[in-house]
């Protein structure tokens, strides 16, 4: 089957850089993304990795390494609208372009 | 630009009633999938269709149907419902062919059963 283990929670200060780390098991491998979710609001899609390296898009990165079966999402310069739930995910074995999500990692950001 | 439409936004049943919530895109996106999330957790795919007239289940898809008569709408079926239902459901579309496989999620149903 397939599992994805991330941190369930991280807190980090204005202005630092967090990490957030994600492995996963998966039989087969199509990439690796990654959802912001704000508390009562829907995912919305961050970033996406197939190959290894790294990947920017303004103040968010994401990392893969599919030979360790790990990818990590980074935020710089973080700010207070940061603050929310943070899911990487992989495509499902069981419904095509559905993902499996991992359970989140929930961002607190403190000024 | 509406993207993805559930609706209702909130919904309070009592068990054994059944009820369906509507998912409907206008970005003529082939596939659509159906997501339960509950507290803490991740999202769970319940139901998934790759065209009108094809539908899947997925990861825990027993209690609710699913149908696809359009391309457009995807409405999901809770048959009876049960506590064990309670839950925010989470409609997604995604364009066929797109390597990157980006979700499009509406806003959400939160389902509450007595």
């Known amino acids: 089957g397939q599992s994805l283990e991330q941190p369930s929670e991280v807190t980090a200060v204005e202005g630092a850089i967090v990490q957030i780390n994600c492995t996963y098991q998966?039989?087969?491998?199509?990439?690796l993304s990654w959802y912001q979710q704000h508390d009562g609001g829907a995912p919305t899609f961050l970033s996406y990795?197939?190959?290894?390296g790294l990947e920017e898009t303004g103040r968010f990165s994401s990392f893969l390494s599919r030979s360790d079966s790990y990818g990590y999402l980074l935020l710089q310069e973080l700010q207070m609208k940061d603050s929310a739930s943070y899911f990487c995910?992989?495509?499902?074995?069981?419904?095509?372009?559905?993902?499996?999500f991992g359970s989140g990692t929930r961002l607190q950001v403190q000024p | 630009n509406a993207g993805v439409t559930q609706t209702p936004k909130f919904q309070v049943l009592k068990t054994g009633q059944s009820m369906t919530l509507q998912c409907a895109q206008d970005m003529n996106h082939e596939y659509m999938s159906w997501y339960r999330q509950d507290p803490g957790m991740g999202l769970r795919l319940i139901h998934y269709s790759v065209g009108a007239g094809i539908t899947d289940q997925g990861e825990v898809p027993n209690g609710y149907n699913v149908s696809r008569s359009t391309t457009e709408d995807f409405p999901l079926r809770l048959l009876s419902a049960a506590p064990s239902q309670t839950s925010v459901y989470f409609c997604a579309s995604s364009p066929a062919g797109l390597a990157k496989n980006i979700q499009y999620f509406g806003a959400g149903t939160r389902l509450s059963v007595l």
């Open positions: 995910a992989v495509r499902s074995d069981t419904g095509r372009r559905a993902l499996t």
């Open positions: 990795n197939a190959l290894d």
């Open positions: 998966t039989s087969g491998f199509y990439g």
